[in-house]
């Protein structure tokens, strides 16, 4: 049943169900039908939340009293009726945006700009609410769909034995979406001041550790217009040995009451779904980790029977029952929880090398022409974006990274792609050692190849770090060494190597290769070509404790 959409502005309506006050909270609903493909943003979140600072509005106001002088009050009386309405729209949005800077305490929130909803649809930027609840589905890599394909065949030949994987099939969660307007001096909640990126979804680690939202993943966003169910009870399982102090199940009892009030916000109730991940503090000393289980009523759902949320506040507590379960473990779970959550988020997020530019010492800022060659060849710019994203063949292009053996290249190399992993660009990187695959038939360096590539392809913008090339696709030496198995060998290498990179470049794929060699005489011919389509586009000389750039 649905209430107020006379009342209220278009495209937000409150969902609930005919027993509103007393069986469940009524929640907000985008009126649009939203569905969208984005990337995985993490939140810096903390144990400790701050107050948010909003000082967009005093920052306005200063500048309009500069700009309107007295004297100009009394000839421009439009241009001061203009600007007071400005003031109030201002001031109701900071209200706005205060309000919902609270909901960073709900462990189902997350943040997504207002730019993001709108280019995947039709809507009027009026029509979307500053918060609504949607459905968040992961979309599966390849590389995770091939692992859980193993997977499945494993646990039927050992008559259906379970196998501890880190790829967890596709699950589908409940959140309360909380849109970051444009304009506003507005950051996601946490210990760092950060914004949302566009094209990306912001998510808390607790919401990343138990659904396996991977950074540099993809989800679909989709709006959900029907209610909530009843709750019916609630059981919170701890993650951990529970303190002998806390024998009593009425002061964690008491306890959740005090968390469930703390992340309440007025017309915004927890969104949860048939299990949550919540932290919750027991004391000063004491805090940790539960997961809490909804039970519903035997009523029959609003939607499909697979798209149960609930909505929850204080006011619901006195008609639902709470229970304190049991540790949980691997062996006894709830039939609902497939798997215990991750215990760090480093288990969901791909790898990532561990050298920073600034353990470099002096050599850092002799990288800063190796970063602008990247940013430019990834479209990270916006120049470099408004050109390249609509026109094929334009991006990539690779880096070659020379030097002798232990002069420090591959740390350089590595340094790089640490740089573009972090905040705003989040570019996927991922490390292919040739050294081991020197040797190797050309189809088995061939398939290894096209595996890294699709995954990259999935998760770009990608950065692939080909560290030793020469060793598998080297420059013959000689004139004597320009015939022969070896020769071949390495000519069938380059070749892989440049059409993997050139069917990517086909569909405008946003990849960049970095390569690290002894020289550049040292790779072979096919990739150093001085006319048409350059492979390497850049190149950087590391030698004598000098980087070079041309």
């Not at 909270?25 to 569905?35: A, G, I, N, R």
């Not at 001031?91 to 993001?116: C, D, F, G, W």
């Not at 217009?225 to 303190?243: A, V």
């Not at 008609?319 to 215990?340: A, F």
Request: glycine content about 6%.
């Amino acid at each position: 049943m649905i209430f107020g959409l006379d009342s209220v502005c278009e495209g937000i309506g409150t969902v609930s169900t005919k027993h509103t006050k007393s069986c469940v909270e009524s929640v907000e609903y985008c009126k649009t039908k939203l569905t969208c493909q984005l990337r995985v943003q993490p939140r810096p979140d903390s144990i400790d939340y701050s107050h948010i600072e909003h000082d967009s509005q005093s920052l306005l106001a200063d500048q309009i009293e500069k700009m309107i002088k007295p004297q100009n009050r009394e000839q421009h009386p439009d241009v001061v009726k203009s600007v007071t309405q400005l003031v109030m729209n201002s001031t109701k949005t900071e209200r706005s945006s205060e309000k919902l800077a609270e909901l960073h305490r709900q462990p189902n929130v997350v943040y997504v700009t207002e730019e993001s909803l709108l280019s995947s649809s039709m809507s009027h930027p009026c029509s979307l609410p500053d918060s609504f609840v949607a459905k968040l589905r992961k979309l599966l890599s390849p590389t995770e769909v091939s692992e859980i394909h193993a997977r499945r065949i494993l646990q039927q030949s050992d008559a259906g034995k379970e196998r501890e994987s880190k790829v967890r099939e596709t699950e589908q969660c409940f959140v309360r979406v909380s849109v970051m307007r444009s304009g506003i001096d507005c950051y996601v909640p946490g210990h760092i001041k950060r914004e949302a990126v566009d094209g990306h979804v912001v998510l808390s680690d607790q919401l990343r550790r138990q659904f396996g939202f991977s950074t540099t993943g993809k989800v679909i966003l989709e709006s959900v217009l029907y209610s909530p169910k009843r709750i019916k009870s609630i059981c919170l399982y701890p993650l951990f040995d529970l303190p002998s102090e806390f024998a009593d199940k009425e002061k964690i009892l008491s306890s959740f009451k005090q968390w469930l009030e703390r992340c309440y916000v007025a017309n915004y109730p927890l969104i949860l779904n048939r299990v949550t991940l919540i932290h919750m503090v027991l004391s000063k000393e004491v805090m940790g980790e539960f997961m809490l289980q909804c039970q519903d009523t035997t009523e029959t759902p609003v939607g499909p029977a697979d798209d149960v949320y609930y909505a929850l506040g204080p006011s619901l507590l006195n008609s639902v029952t709470v229970h304190l379960g049991s540790k949980l473990t691997k062996d006894s779970r709830p039939s609902e929880l497939k798997d215990l959550p991750f215990w760090s988020t480093a288990d969901v997020d791909p790898s990532v090398p561990k050298t920073t530019l600034h353990q470099l010492g002096g050599y850092a800022s002799l990288c800063e022409n190796a970063l602008m060659f990247l940013h430019s060849a990834l479209a990270l710019r916006p120049l470099a974006s408004g050109i390249c994203c609509k026109t094929a063949h334009v991006f990539g292009g690779g880096l070659l990274i020379t030097g002798g053996k232990g002069s420090g290249k591959s740390s350089v190399a590595r340094a790089l792609c640490r740089e573009l992993t972090e905040y705003p660009h989040f570019v996927y990187t991922t490390v292919v050692e040739c050294k081991p695959l020197k040797g190797k038939r050309v189809e088995n360096i061939k398939r290894v190849l096209e595996k890294v590539f699709s995954e990259a392809a999935y998760r770009q913008p990608s950065l692939i770090l080909l560290d030793d090339l020469d060793l598998i696709a080297s420059a013959p030496s000689g004139p004597e060494q320009e015939v022969g198995q070896d020769a071949l060998y390495n000519t069938k290498v380059a070749e892989t190597i440049k059409d993997q990179l050139k069917i990517e470049l086909m569909d405008a794929s946003k990849i960049v290769i970095v390569a690290t060699a002894h020289s550049q005489n040292s790779v072979h011919k096919t990739l150093m070509a001085t006319r048409g389509k350059h492979f390497f586009s850049g190149a950087c000389k590391y030698q004598h404790s000098k980087l070079h750039a041309t």
